[in-house]
């Protein structure tokens, strides 16, 4: 439950100290607004706002997509002018009940492309955005209108960079010399799907980014809360992201939800607790420390939660500058490698 008798101010934490090296000193956090304003309402989301500002990060997350444009119209009504704001532009929008959600339909054709950002904008209240995806591939859709449109809307200024989500590799290289050749903005980010148990991304992914130059945003660190470590194997939750009554429950469990990697879980966790840490603390300092990502390279992680005190408790980890011991470091790899025959592709 969201506590109310403490102000933000008295909650939130002291300002972050500038760690003296390593790859996390330059690995920062940026906050995903998918769970606004359910089960984080109004008051709730400006709470765990302020808290993540307060630690020093600026940087925002949020789609037209989520909860039905909902999260865009809650953050608009609280106010974001003080943050770096990331928006998206989706394959499924304007979706209509005959077709499969997952099933792209035209959603980024050139004129809903510039539908979607400008009606971001406005609901946003704000200007323009920092940060612009596309969201995931439209391959009904030439690209190359696409892209079109994604470069008059930053001559209108309406963004100031932009990048994919759920693209291959090999699409991700064809788009960015496709803009190259035209002489458009290239993208300059690209968010993805990457976690301890999760590292489909590091095969080819985030080495065309690097050759690229391209900055990655590590979506999903926690694998949807599996590495929190509070579920049960033989017990599935009735509602969270891996609902047993939901869609996307259903495709959280696809992923994730084994009994072998449950066993090495509960190793981890039992390696935590030696060291007097937390499971979702120790995945944290994974990503920061351990992952392909670097702070040269300019990458991110993006968290979440599905309360104001797991928000916090995830800003503070994120805050953590101290490496793994090598048991824990064993016991991701030995995670991974159970997981790794069923992970999900990185793209769409």
Same mark, same amino acid.
């Given at each position: 439950?969201?506590?109310?008798?403490?102000?933000?101010?008295?909650?939130?934490?002291?300002?972050?100290?500038?760690?003296?090296?390593?790859?996390?000193?330059?690995?920062?956090?940026?906050?995903?607004?998918?769970?606004?304003?359910?089960?984080?309402?109004?008051?709730?989301?400006?709470?765990?706002?302020?808290?993540?500002?307060?630690?020093?990060?600026?940087?925002?997350?949020?789609?037209?997509?989520? !909860?039905?444009?909902?999260?865009?119209?809650? /953050? @608009?009504?609280?106010? #974001? $002018?003080? &943050?770096?704001?990331? =928006?998206?532009?989706?394959?499924?929008?304007?979706?209509?009940?005959?077709?499969?959600?997952?099933?792209?339909?035209?959603?980024?054709?050139?004129?809903?492309?510039?539908? !979607?950002?400008?009606?971001?904008?406005?609901? /946003? @209240?704000?200007?323009? #955005? $920092?940060? &612009?995806?596309?969201? =995931?591939?439209?391959?009904?859709?030439?690209?190359?209108?696409?892209?079109?449109?994604?470069?008059?809307?930053?001559?209108?200024?309406?963004?100031?960079?932009?990048?994919?989500?759920?693209?291959?590799?090999?699409?991700?290289?064809?788009?960015?010399?496709?803009?190259?050749?035209?002489?458009?903005?290239?993208?300059?980010?690209?968010?993805?799907?990457?976690?301890?148990?999760?590292?489909?991304?590091?095969?080819?992914?985030?080495?065309?980014?690097?050759?690229?130059?391209?900055?990655?945003?590590?979506?999903?660190?926690?694998?949807?809360?599996?590495?929190?470590?509070?579920?049960?194997?033989?017990?599935?939750?009735?509602?969270?992201?891996?609902?047993?009554?939901?869609?996307?429950?259903?495709?959280?469990?696809?992923?994730?939800?084994?009994?072998?990697?449950?066993?090495?879980?509960?190793?981890?966790?039992?390696?935590?607790?030696?060291?007097?840490?937390?499971?979702?603390?120790?995945?944290?300092?994974?990503?920061?420390?351990?992952?392909?990502?670097?702070?040269?390279?300019?990458?991110?992680?993006?968290?979440?939660?599905?309360?104001?005190?797991?928000?916090?408790?995830?800003?503070?980890?994120?805050?953590?500058?101290?490496?793994?011991?090598?048991?824990?470091?064993?016991?991701?790899?030995?995670?991974?490698?159970?997981?790794?025959?069923?992970?999900?592709?990185?793209?769409?």
């Amino acid at each position: 439950m969201v506590s109310t008798g403490e102000s933000v101010e008295q909650s939130a934490p002291p300002a972050a100290a500038t760690p003296a090296g390593g790859k996390s000193a330059s690995i920062p956090a940026v906050l995903g607004t998918m769970s606004i304003p359910e089960p984080l309402d109004t008051a709730a989301a400006r709470e765990a706002l302020e808290y993540f500002h307060a630690a020093g990060f600026d940087e925002i997350d949020t789609a037209i997509l989520y !909860q039905g444009g909902a999260t865009e119209t809650t /953050l @608009g009504e609280i106010g #974001v $002018e003080k &943050f770096r704001v990331a =928006a998206k532009a989706n394959p499924w929008y304007k979706t209509d009940e005959s077709h499969d959600f997952f099933t792209p339909t035209y959603g980024l054709r050139p004129d809903l492309v510039k539908e !979607q950002l400008r009606k971001s904008i406005e609901v /946003l @209240g704000v200007p323009s #955005v $920092e940060l &612009f995806y596309l969201h =995931a591939p439209d391959r009904n859709t030439p690209i190359e209108g696409t892209l079109q449109a994604v470069h008059e809307l930053r001559s209108e200024g309406l963004f100031r960079e932009w990048g994919l989500s759920n693209y291959t590799a090999w699409e991700t290289v064809d788009i960015w010399h496709i803009c190259k050749a035209k002489g458009w903005q290239p993208p300059a980010v690209y968010q993805g799907m990457y976690n301890a148990v999760t590292r489909e991304v590091e095969r080819e992914l985030l080495p065309a980014l690097k050759k690229l130059g391209m900055r990655f945003y590590a979506y999903n660190p926690l694998a949807g809360g599996m590495l929190s470590g509070k579920h049960k194997f033989e017990k599935p939750p009735e509602d969270g992201r891996f609902s047993t009554t939901s869609l996307w429950g259903s495709l959280y469990r696809a992923r994730y939800w084994r009994k072998e990697l449950f066993d090495e879980i509960e190793t981890l966790k039992a390696i935590c607790v030696k060291h007097d840490t937390d499971l979702v603390s120790a995945s944290f300092r994974w990503m920061r420390h351990h992952s392909s990502l670097t702070g040269e390279s300019g990458d991110t992680v993006i968290i979440c939660g599905s309360s104001v005190s797991q928000v916090k408790g995830n800003v503070d980890a994120c805050r953590d500058e101290n490496p793994l011991p090598k048991d824990l470091v064993d016991g991701f790899d030995a995670a991974w490698q159970s997981a790794k025959p069923h992970c999900p592709s990185y793209f769409k």
